[in-house]
């Protein structure tokens, strides 16, 4: 039984040393369209229409706007897939405050989505009260609109981003490499449903979640995918191999992910 307690935790501390050993160090350079001195660091609420602007903490840029700065995507263009790629997308984890509780251990989906949806806006998160603010608006709109917030399925997610952000949201049942990347390089984001479980996290409290989401934002050169993984604080930019990310995916299934049609949210401005 002891040997058993000490495996548990040196096997965990043994799998994040290997990670941080083996992830790559020469990240694509981020593509992003709003600098950093630019943006709000007081976002308004999540919920308006249409992002209230006070006098001292309004960017230069049109909240509203789509994306400019990234891969060509006029109409009939499809752009090229370049050999690596990494959006510039903000990121939370689902328990800002470190505060594993009930309700955080449910906000996969509500970070997920809080952080495409200020991407396409052009916004930053902001601090960890206000990104912790704007989760419980999102699990809000969720209760008066679902009734309920714990463990969407890729529909309900896809309705509350649609909803609350405004932006375009498509369901794509070809989950694949090649899908992914042609997503990102056409300037969208990728948000896929997963048997938590599954995907190996060794920064995931054991045994990890049952169902999780994260999002997608970019890929390597040897093809492995960086993703915001909301699940923990060291999940910006944290990067999965192609065939593990892949295999884990699933939508919910009534808490059977694992057996759950493969299915991703490709987000785009509207």
């Given amino acids: 039984m002891v040997i058993g307690l000490v495996a548990g935790p040196f096997q965990q501390h043994l799998a994040q040393w290997w990670y941080e050993q083996n992830r790559p160090t020469d990240l694509p350079t981020p593509l992003t369209e709003v600098p950093v001195d630019q943006i709000s660091s007081s976002p308004a609420s999540d919920s308006d229409t249409q992002p209230s602007r006070s006098t001292d903490s309004v960017p230069s840029k049109d909240l509203s706007s789509p994306i400019t700065n990234l891969p060509d995507r006029q109409a009939g263009h499809r752009s090229s897939i370049p050999d690596s790629?990494?959006?510039a997308v903000p990121f939370t984890s689902?328990?800002?405050?470190?505060?594993?509780?009930?309700?955080?251990?449910?906000?996969?989906?509500?970070?997920?989505?809080l952080m495409v949806g200020r991407y396409f806006?052009?916004?930053?998160i902001g601090t960890i009260d206000e990104a912790d603010a704007a989760m419980r608006e999102l699990e809000q709109w969720q209760l008066e609109h679902l009734g309920y917030f714990e463990s969407t399925t890729a529909a309900e997610t896809k309705q509350m981003i649609e909803d609350v952000y405004h932006v375009s949201v498509s369901t794509v049942h070809e989950v694949t490499s090649e899908s992914i990347k042609r997503a990102l390089a056409d300037g969208q984001l990728v948000i896929l449903p997963a048997a938590g479980r599954e995907l190996g996290n060794p920064y995931f409290q054991r045994p990890g979640p049952v169902y999780h989401m994260l999002v997608v934002k970019g890929?390597?050169?040897?093809?492995q995918f960086i993703t915001n993984d909301p699940g923990t604080r060291r999940g910006a930019d944290f990067i999965y191999p192609a065939d593990r990310l892949l295999d884990a995916v699933g939508d919910y299934n009534h808490g059977d992910p694992a057996s759950g049609e493969q299915v991703m949210l490709v987000v785009g401005p509207r």
Wanted: with cysteine; net charge negative; hydrophobic share 30%.
């Fill in 94 to 113: 689902q328990a800002p405050h470190a505060n594993w509780d009930a309700r955080h251990e449910e906000y996969c989906e509500e970070a997920s989505a």
């Fill in 85 to 87: 790629l990494n959006l």
């Fill in 219 to 223: 890929y390597t050169a040897d093809g």
């Fill in 121 to 124: 806006q052009g916004r930053s």
